[in-house]
């Protein structure tokens, strides 16, 4: 174990939130021992200024709770203690140990204990440990470092300020044991190696290729919430390219991994999407998970709508019809809710909507609570290299107009595709008494 003391680093705690000072000194003042740990030190030793602060602790989770009445104990793989303090979350977790501490769950021990799959794969892993069996319990190096705000000394373990200094991302232990236990650590090493802009250390790196295939044994549920952490944190764009690096795409979207590689349109709108959220989000504007996975699964969607034209159906009969196989079968490797999934559609099929300029109906198009997503999303296309005929300058300009303008221009428009109308319903005729 390596020591930095106080003069040797540059953590100051003025950078700390007042909530985990709180929390870390009412632990100490009860006996127990509390460090804030991984991105929050990491990120203090980088210079940054973190919003999220963990802590962890040799006290158990319902000894935590019983020191908190904010809090509440939650997940069930690894039990964790959330403490609030209005809007703000401190995450309190107890040392975890080796599995060989705790093969059985007993109420002594209070259900401490872990469970494997038969291959490799961690199923529990409450098992509680000390401050140097949770070091290497840790997936990440540079995630493994402990700040003590009583001693104000940092504790490295595992390397993780050398780790810091050679700008890596390095995985604790033998790579390929630990992306067994749990895979989705493959998917948190290409993260934080985009977040950080650091390089993948050679043997972390050197793993995935043999171990990737284990993605597919996580639940869609917990794939979609990594998902979540990859593409909606801030560096979705260098997310994207390390995925492919490491050819993990197609773990999270098989058929839209399958189509970037033939088709270099597809690629670039995905590209353009990504690099389009972060930029909202370093401008503290809102973003939704439905648009990116409308850009990530749309080269599918459009694919199999001209599939089903070629075939005969109309427009908009086989975009409604493509997208919900297109979502149907996402769904199958990540859990997508409904309350993204449905945006998701519309902004697809509002794409036949845009290419109708002609008429009263082209002017409320503007009005609708679709039309802003949908028309960001026709720009990005073009700026894909997709040809539109023009699309997106005629509803640029045409959004500068007022509503007696709009029905003018929307009057001499160019018609679009036309699609193929509703027949009406057949009246059933009465039953004979």
Not at 186 to 204: N, P, S, W, Y
Request: glycine share 6%; charged share 30%; proline share 4%.
């Amino acid at each position: 174990m390596k020591v930095i003391p106080r003069d040797q680093h540059c953590i100051s705690r003025k950078n700390i939130s007042d909530s985990a000072l709180k929390v870390m000194s009412r632990l100490r003042s009860q006996g127990h021992q509390a460090y804030l740990v991984g991105g929050a030190v990491r990120d203090l030793l980088l210079g940054g200024h973190p919003k999220d602060f963990d802590i962890a602790t040799d006290a158990t989770p319902e000894e935590v709770h019983g020191l908190f009445r904010n809090s509440r104990i939650i997940g069930r793989r690894f039990r964790i203690v959330h403490v609030r303090f209005g809007r703000e979350i401190i995450e309190v977790t107890t040392f975890r140990g080796h599995h060989d501490n705790g093969d059985e769950a007993s109420p002594a021990t209070g259900g401490n204990h872990s469970r494997q799959s038969d291959k490799g794969l961690l199923l529990r892993d409450n098992v509680y440990g000390t401050l140097e069996e949770d070091a290497v319990r840790r997936d990440l190096t540079v995630n493994a470092l402990y700040y003590d705000a009583g001693s104000f000394e940092v504790f490295d373990h595992v390397h993780g300020l050398q780790d810091l200094e050679k700008r890596q991302v390095c995985i604790i232990g033998d790579p390929e044991v630990r992306y067994r236990e749990d895979p989705v650590r493959m998917l948190r090493a290409v993260r934080f190696a985009a977040k950080l802009g650091f390089d993948i250390e050679q043997h972390t790196a050197g793993a995935i290729p043999r171990c990737a295939h284990l993605l597919r044994e996580i639940p869609a549920a917990r794939l979609f919430d990594e998902f979540l952490k990859l593409f909606l944190s801030g560096y979705g764009a260098a997310t994207l390219e390390q995925l492919l690096a490491h050819d993990l795409l197609q773990y999270l979207f098989d058929e839209t991994s399958h189509l970037v590689h033939q088709d270099p349109g597809a690629l670039a709108l995905i590209r353009a999407a990504t690099a389009n959220t972060d930029k909202r989000i370093a401008e503290d504007k809102p973003v939704t998970p439905a648009f990116i996975l409308a850009a990530l699964l749309w080269p599918v969607a459009n694919r199999l709508a001209s599939d089903m034209e070629d075939r005969g159906d109309s427009p908009m009969v086989a975009m409604h019809s493509a997208a919900q196989q297109t979502i149907a079968e996402a769904a199958l490797q990540i859990s997508v809710p409904r309350r993204f999934s449905q945006p998701m559609r519309e902004i697809w099929e509002f794409q036949l909507r845009l290419q109708r300029r002609q008429g009263k109906k082209a002017a409320e198009l503007v009005e609708h609570r679709r039309f802003r997503a949908a028309y960001d999303f026709l720009l990005l296309r073009e700026q894909a290299g997709e040809d539109t005929g023009g699309l997106g300058d005629w509803w640029t300009e045409f959004q500068t107009l007022n509503m007696d303008q709009r029905v003018e221009q929307a009057a001499s428009a160019p018609a679009g595709k036309p699609g193929r109308r509703r027949r009406p319903r057949r009246r059933r005729k009465p039953k004979q008494a």
